[in-house]
């Protein structure tokens, strides 16, 4: 059996319990070793067979897969953060399909989760933001025309932008071609929830600049959008003159 973890986004003790039963129990682990905290390796029982992703292709790694199920091992595949963001799964999952290897997911708490905790950031308030736009800047590998940052940036929405650290200038630049000014908040977040975290405040305008000063180029996501500095209204949710399934309006 193949199970695929989310690690989390860092912190060892922020992987679920489920997950951490997995990596207690492995035979053999496949984890993504320029991302996933190493310290969550100390949960692999003795003899753990271990295997560094960050080394390996695709077809190197299935083949590990393929030949600890042939020998009835119990494989985890440990991908960062939660793996269906950026995890590159669904080439494994379709593999192994072909294979005839049985699998399963375990979910992790996403970076843009452990960002938005750093920075002590609510993503959606009301009357600021409804909504969360996941992206990445277009770099090496392409991303489709419609989702462009600049055609994400006309809605104004609460932005998490990963896999961009390395290209804050042209990230500025495509910001700015949408609704946000370069006076609208955004934060650096280096490394959430790692003990070298970091979180650095700032506006579209001065985020390449930002990026340069702090030394931030890789292993950060860019927050962008006025929940970083709100004006906002009250929830509704626990206002007294609001009814609700559970309580009615006191006022």
């Not at 509704?236 to 006191?250: I, M, N, Q």
Request: hydrophobic letters at 40%.
């Amino acid at each position: 059996m193949i199970h695929f973890v989310g690690a989390g986004p860092g912190a060892p003790d922020l992987i679920t319990l489920r997950g951490a039963e997995l990596l207690k129990t492995a035979d053999v682990v496949v984890y993504a070793g320029s991302l996933v905290n190493p310290a969550l390796l100390k949960l692999c029982p003795a003899g753990c067979e271990i295997h560094n992703s960050a080394e390996m292709t695709l077809e190197q790694v299935l083949s590990v897969m393929e030949t600890a199920e042939q020998e009835g091992k119990t494989t985890v595949r440990l991908h960062t953060g939660d793996p269906c963001l950026y995890g590159a799964i669904r080439e494994q999952m379709d593999a192994l399909d072909a294979m005839g290897i049985l699998y399963d997911d375990t979910p992790g708490v996403s970076s843009f989760c452990g960002a938005a905790a750093a920075a002590q950031a609510e993503y959606t308030l009301p009357e600021v933001s409804q909504s969360v736009v996941i992206t990445r800047m277009a770099g090496r590998t392409a991303v489709p025309e419609r989702e462009s940052i600049a055609a994400w940036a006309s809605h104004g929405a609460s932005m998490a932008v990963f896999l961009s650290a390395g290209m804050l200038e042209g990230l500025q630049t495509e910001l700015l071609k949408g609704t946000y000014t370069s006076n609208t908040p955004a934060a650096l977040v280096y490394k959430a929830t790692w003990p070298e975290e970091k979180v650095v405040r700032c506006t579209v305008g001065t985020l390449a600049e930002s990026g340069r000063t702090h030394q931030i180029s890789k292993t950060a996501l860019v927050l962008v959008g006025d929940f970083l500095e709100p004006t906002y209204q009250r929830s509704k949710l626990y206002d007294p003159s609001f009814t609700t399934g559970f309580r009615e309006a006191s006022q």
